[in-house]
């Protein structure tokens, strides 16, 4: 291995590690339900972070805490607590006015910026995510939890009047739908689980929350902010293994509403078990295999530039990654070479390492799944095509790119998560299409083209195909006003601060024949204030 890159000299003992990013072990023994931090005994999961360290036994992931691993009797007490909670729609919480909603998730976003650092720290440690991209999370969840107060606003202040049709007066506001189960994904753990977690809450739901497996303990500090900002049962935790906490709380038929972020298989197997799939309302964001389309007629530089952006930012663990990109057969070979130089540049390290752009991979079996893809399409027929691609060190994977893909291949079908960029030679624009048109999933792509007459032949059938067509850019799901969701197998419901408010919500309408007596009925609930529904009351 070349001194440019030497893998080895990644991991560093504990010493070496600057004062400012070490953590002490956490060791979690204690949840949130029914409003109490309840003492936790039994058993517990060992968190060991994708950073290794070195011991005499060679390099380690680093242990750096623990958290409960409850049953099913937690889950089914917690689901209780939600349910009595919200009381069929008559507790504290969905009866609590919008102002008074709002007031409690200020409350909230004060406690939860003092424990920044601490939540910083835990996703570096805990996912591997670098400074940079740890405190970006942090900070742009706090942006979203107040853009969704802000659009709240907005919703309720178009709510605040009444409608008059055919003789009839309506006042038309959002209503709950009852008890949320949220459910979050392990690469962006804070960010992507409070996208659903915070417009639930918000809109007046009671919720059960369960961390995901990598992230969990970053959510630890958080709890008693929860505790002390909303009603009791409003917000109550799940710690314990998915397989065994999850699907009796699907089956007991009281869950109202599914918030999933994870693969398509454990969501149709959640909504499966509930017996009465009519009333559960699911909104899921799932599987994504986002291709790049590279013309004859891209700026090769900024197409490379935004491919790598897009299939390599936190080591390919999004979602919304480039994960195929396919290239006209003319300029393969030059795009190729391009993107080779390119990874060449990116600095490989730790998560504190300033300037980092690729670190370990966050779960253990990752780089052995990786190796596994590549020996298949070598095997039929593909080669690594840029140097040290692929090669591993520990839990630390370099980046391969995969050259020429086929449809025989793993690489071809499969969601690869992680950093690996398999390339596809194309001479018509109609392969990419029809690769997307055999897809399972339907998310983004990026089309890379100066040639207006070209990017349109491709927009039209690919906004029908994906719900989101980037020109000249990479996939992405920002900025949160956007619209985030997906076709086919790769979403349910859509997100943004404002679709994510009416996806836990529904509409609901007080209604009155219009005559004297239901006017003044009607002007003396609104000036006595007596209703929280009722009200022409506005929110500044």
Known sequence: MSEKLNLESIFVPEDQIPPEFLIGEIHQREYLSDGEM?????????????????????????????????????ATEALDAAIAAYDNGRGEWPTMSIDGRIKCMERFIFKMGEQRDLIVKLIMWEIGKSYAD??????????????????????????????????????????????????GPFNYPLNETFTTLIPAILMGNTLLFKPPKHGTLLHYPLLKAFQESFPKGVVNTIYGRGAVVTP???????????????????ANDLKKRHPKINRLRAV???????????????????????????ALSFNGQRCTAIKMIFVHKDIADEFLKLLGEEIAKLKCGLPWDKDVKLTPVTEPGKPAYLKECIDDA????????????????????????????????????????????????????????????????????????????????????????????????QCQRGPDVF??????????????????????SIRSLVATKLNENNKKLINDIVTEQTSNFLSTKYIF
Not at 64 to 70: D, H, L, M, N, R
Not at 248 to 265: H, Q, T
Not at 295 to 307: F, G, I, P, Q, R
């Open 38 to 74: 309840r003492p936790w005994n039994g058993a517990v999961s060992e968190v060991y972070s994708p950073v290794c360290v070195p011991t005499p036994e060679g390099l380690k992931r680093k242990l750096i805490g623990t958290y409960p691993v409850c049953t099913e009797k937690e």
């Open 483 to 504: 619209p985030f969701t997906g076709r086919k197998d790769s979403a349910e419901g859509t997100l943004s601060v404002h679709d994510a408010l009416r996806s836990f």
């Open 284 to 310: 899921l964001s799932l599987d994504a295999k986002n291709a790049a389309i590279v013309t004859k007629n891209a700026d090769l530089k900024l197409s490379v530039s935004e491919c790598i952006l897009g």
């Open 134 to 183: 740890s405190t970006k999370e942090f900070d742009r969840t706090v942006e979203y939890i107040n853009a969704t107060i802000d659009a709240l606003k907005d919703i309720d202040r178009q709510s605040s009047r009444f409608e008059i049709e055919e003789g009839v007066v309506a006042q038309i506001r959002r209503s709950p739908i009852g008890v949320v189960l949220c459910m």
């Open 378 to 473: 070598i095997a039929n027929g593909a080669r690594v095509v840029n140097e040290h691609g692929g090669e591993t060190h520990a839990s630390f994977f370099y980046p391969a790119v995969v050259y020429p893909v086929t449809e025989k291949m793993k690489l071809y079908r499969e969601e690869q998560f992680g950093p690996v960029i398999p390339v596809i030679p194309f001479e018509s624009i109609e392969e990419p299409i029809q690769y997307q048109i055999d897809s399972p999933h339907g998310m983004q792509v990026s089309i890379f083209s100066n040639d207006a007459e070209e990017v349109s032949a491709l927009i039209d059938p690919f906004v029908n195909l994906v719900s989101r067509v980037n020109i000249n850019a």
């Open 248 to 266: 009796g709380l699907m089956a007991s038929g009281k869950i109202n509403v599914l918030a999933f972020i994870g693969s398509s298989k454990v």
